[in-house]
């Protein structure tokens, strides 16, 4: 059984910087496909960036761009997110998703169905 388990969330001050981790039980990283998402209040869920082994390629929503960078350790079984320079809009709630398979980065963001999510972690920026 897939479990992912999310950690480092936190409150922090604007154009501060946070790193969350994404620990994978029962996940091989062989041909997959994981990303991040968020879901804001009042706002539904967007994927904020994903990476897939397929090319390995990343796709990074706009937003964030320059700002987000998505990085895995294999040996850990553990993916991260290192977010820079945040603003008082990335405030939300981060899940960490992962698949087997191949989809393609853009598309494991916005249309897949997405196979296990993390339980998710609250980030608050303060302006």
């Known amino acids: 059984e897939v479990q992912l388990v999310e950690s480092g969330g936190g409150l922090v001050h604007a154009g501060g910087s946070l790193r969350l981790s994404c620990a994978a039980s029962g996940f091989r990283f062989g041909e997959y496909a994981i990303g991040w998402f968020r879901q804001a209040p009042g706002k539904e869920r967007e994927g904020v960036i994903c990476f897939s082994s397929s090319d390995s390629s990343t796709y990074y929503a706009d937003s964030v761009k320059g700002r987000f960078f998505i990085s895995s350790d294999s040996a850990k079984n553990t993916v991260y997110l290192q977010m820079d320079s945040l603003k008082p809009e990335d405030t939300a709630v981060y899940y960490c998703?992962?698949?087997?398979?191949?989809?393609?980065?853009?598309?494991?963001?916005?249309?897949?169905?997405?196979?296990?999510w993390g339980q998710g972690t609250q980030v608050t920026v303060s302006s």
């Open positions: 998703a992962a698949d087997h398979g191949t989809p393609r980065a853009h598309y494991y963001c916005s249309d897949y169905v997405i196979g296990h």
